[in-house]
């Protein structure tokens, strides 16, 4: 199966949400499925 995330937030941003999301696509794609995550960089700070 092929499975999108589509987030703004993914590792290695340390943020509780992008470690939550790299998990389960790590654990989606140990299991078999084609995992593909759509995200956004993020603006560098001023």
């Given at each position: 199966?092929?499975?999108?995330?589509?987030?703004?937030?993914?590792?290695?941003?340390?943020?509780?949400?992008?470690?939550?999301?790299?998990?389960?696509?790590?654990?989606?794609a140990g299991?078999?499925?084609?995992?593909?995550?759509?995200t956004s960089?993020?603006?560098?700070?001023?």
């Open positions: 199966m092929l499975v999108t995330l589509a987030t703004r937030t993914f590792t290695p941003e340390p943020t509780a949400a992008a470690l939550r999301l790299g998990a389960l696509a790590r654990a989606l299991g078999g499925d084609r995992v593909r995550v759509l960089r993020l603006a560098p700070a001023v």
